[in-house]
């Protein structure tokens, strides 16, 4: 059975930091060449925060740049979101996911997490 197990969210203060975990099982995460971590928050479309490569190379999007930073464990399978001055917009439903070639398009990816509630208040 291929699972994705996100994990580590929680509600936090403005300003303060988490650290998301994603353990693969079933599925080598070194056989996809990008892996992503995407959010959904309350009444908004599902959208992509991170992406990284199978060489390691990192991409963020423009909201959460110098603030997150996305790893990847090929050896744990396990993939990793380090979030710090976190912000009340970042207050979402964080999923990680896998795919053949990074994209901002969901629809993009294979296989997702449950996903793990981020709560960040003022």
């Known amino acids: 059975q291929v699972q994705l197990v996100d994990s580590g969210g929680g509600s936090v203060q403005a300003g303060g930091s988490l650290r998301l975990s994603c353990a693969a099982s079933g599925i080598g995460i070194s056989s996809y060449y990008c892996a992503a971590w995407f959010r959904q928050g309350p009444g908004k479309e599902r959208e992509g925060v991170a992406w990284?490569?199978?060489?390691?190379?990192?991409t963020y999007a423009d909201s959460v740049k110098g603030r997150f930073t996305i790893s990847r464990d090929n050896a744990n399978n396990s993939l990793y979101l380090q979030m710090t001055t976190l912000k009340p917009e970042d207050t979402a439903i964080y999923y990680c996911a896998l795919a053949s070639w990074c994209s901002r398009s969901a629809s993009n990816y294979a296989y997702w997490g449950q996903g793990t509630q981020v709560t960040v208040s003022s």
């Open positions: 990284i490569s199978r060489g390691a190379t990192a």
